[in-house]
């Protein structure tokens, strides 16, 4: 593989870092609720507060994950060598996460608008960034 797909590779690595960690922060911070960066917040009712504060609770811990992941992308762009095995690790993760959308049953919600560039990223883009920095990794361990 050449320097400019390195390269290509840490850019796309540095954007989903960077989207993670919004997502992180959207999350983390604001909880089930979240902060309203990515659009309207009031979606349901509480109707037992000390359930949902448990629940708001796991949600921010969620969040923070987004955030940690957001952050080690963006390290391990630094270094692809050094970072191959936890990036492929994180790609498979992502990849049955978006596997689990489908426990819910119902394709109009997976497929639809709101969900399917989320779904598509998780499905098609994690194992092309897995060959991808294999093929990296190789190419420059071979040089």
Not at 25 to 47: K, R
Not at 104 to 133: K, N
């Amino acid at each position: 593989m050449s320097g400019i797909s390195s390269i290509a590779f840490r850019l796309v690595l540095i954007v989903l870092g960077l989207l993670n960690i919004f997502i992180g922060i959207n999350v983390g911070f604001g909880g089930i609720s979240t902060l309203g960066l990515q659009g309207q917040t009031e979606f349901f009712e509480v109707t037992n507060e000390a359930v949902y504060l448990v629940r708001d609770s796991h949600i921010r811990y969620f969040g923070g994950l987004y955030l940690g992941l957001g952050l080690f992308l963006i390290l391990a762009s630094t270094n692809l060598y050094k970072y191959q095995t936890a990036l492929k690790l994180v790609f498979v993760l992502v990849f049955i996460g978006g596997l689990a959308r489908f426990t819910m049953m119902r394709p109009d919600v997976i497929f639809g608008q709101d969900i399917i560039g989320s779904l598509l990223t998780e499905l098609l883009l994690m194992p092309i960034l897995f060959i991808w920095l294999s093929k990296i990794v190789k190419s420059s361990a071979s040089k």
